[in-house]
């Protein structure tokens, strides 16, 4: 079965900087769509940026021009480089793909989180 890893979260100060990044392994026939989400304490979870393989990369307003995602197909793997750092961006992160395990099936997978803290 595919395993999403995400690495790369910790704790920086306003206005700092991370990447973060998502590998999958396991049986992939192709790879329909990847994507990051987060979630705070006591919120939902909610999209932080989306990459479908066949479509635009799209961001949700609150990290536009801050977040950028990209994805290096050849080793499955996605990442989020994240500038300016606000308070507001603490949450747990997770890396999401929707992965064709056949021609036909597709499956939603979940990496198990990374924790990014901002703070002062």
């Known amino acids: 079965q595919v395993q999403l890893v995400e690495s790369g979260g910790g704790l920086v100060q306003p206005g700092g900087s991370l990447r973060l990044s998502c590998a999958a392994s396991?049986?992939?026939?192709?790879?329909?769509?990847m994507a990051w989400y987060r979630q705070a304490p006591g919120k939902q979870r909610e999209l932080v940026a989306g990459m479908p393989s066949r479509g635009s990369t799209h961001y949700r307003d609150s990290v536009k021009g801050r977040f950028t995602v990209s994805r290096d197909n050849a080793k499955n793997t996605v990442h989020l480089q994240m500038n300016s750092l606000k308070p507001e961006d603490t949450a747990v992160y997770y890396c999401?793909?929707?992965?064709?395990?056949?021609?036909?099936?597709?499956?939603?997978?979940w990496g198990q989180g990374t924790q990014v803290t901002v703070s002062s």
């Open positions: 999401n793909a929707i992965l064709y395990t056949d021609s036909n099936n597709l499956r939603n997978y």
């Open positions: 396991g049986t992939i026939f192709s790879v329909a769509s």
